[in-house]
């Protein structure tokens, strides 16, 4: 079973709100991924979570917040974005980070995010 | 040098004919190189992928071309169909990193 699960599946807030998103893997992958999404465009990485530790964080906006409660879930929490963060956020998981032979990351349905 | 080249943007084929996306890199410290396939609304799923060490890998209709020497890859769709209808993604990546650099896509459209 090669799924990663994320929900909600759509999400519209304001500006003010906070909200979070979740994902799961049932894999035992130990290595967790966000990633945002813009139309017509490739998915552009934003954190990396390994052993639930965060080890990446590429220079995201800190109204961006990644929770790794534990090893199956990943948590993005949300607060105070801007109109231009609406997009497709996913989740990836793959079994290790950085080992040669375990690099394939699999990716969640994502989370379509409105702000208005 | 981080750069995947990815061509052509969009592609529109017939039904049952072959639908051929490229891609070319430049840092020779990539070892793996996937393909993913992307519908609307959905996440990217991962077709097919291949490391440098081979020339070809084929799975159903779907097959990956790799020239090592002139550091390029193509996904090569077979029977094209219009399910096929999608964005691909090809994507290269180095053992010891962390970060899949991604081409910047192609639109594919099967035309029944």
């Known amino acids: 079973d090669t799924e990663v699960t994320q929900t909600p599946k759509h999400l519209v807030m304001g500006m003010t709100n906070k909200k979070s998103l979740k994902c799961e893997q049932h894999m035992g992958h130990r290595a967790m991924y966000w990633y945002k999404q813009k139309a017509k465009k490739p998915p552009e990485l934003m954190f990396v979570y390994s052993y639930e530790k965060l080890s990446i964080n590429e220079s995201v906006p800190s109204r961006f917040s990644p929770e790794c409660p534990n090893s199956s879930l990943l948590n993005l929490h949300l607060h105070a974005l801007q109109p231009e963060d609406s997009a497709l956020y996913l989740c990836?998981?793959?079994?290790?980070?950085?080992?040669?032979?375990?690099?394939?990351?699999?990716f969640g349905p994502g989370t379509r995010l409105t702000v208005l | 040098q981080q750069q995947v080249k990815q061509s052509p943007q969009s592609l529109i084929v017939q039904k049952g004919g072959i639908s051929i996306i490229n891609c070319a890199y430049e840092?020779?410290?990539?070892?793996?190189f996937p393909w993913y396939q992307q519908f609307p609304g959905k996440g990217p799923a991962l077709l097919i992928a291949?490391?440098?060490?081979?020339s070809e890998k084929k799975e159903g209709r779907f097959t990956i071309s790799f020239n090592k020497s002139a550091k390029q890859f193509s996904l090569h769709i077979m029977d094209s169909q219009p399910g096929d209808s999608a964005t691909y993604f090809c994507a290269a990546f180095t053992s010891g990193t962390y970060k899949y650099i991604f081409g910047t896509g192609t639109r594919l459209k099967v035309l029944a």
């Open positions: 990836a998981s793959s079994q290790e980070l950085s080992s040669a032979d375990t690099d394939t990351q699999y």
């Open positions: 291949i490391r440098p060490d081979v």
């Open positions: 840092n020779t410290a990539f070892d793996y």
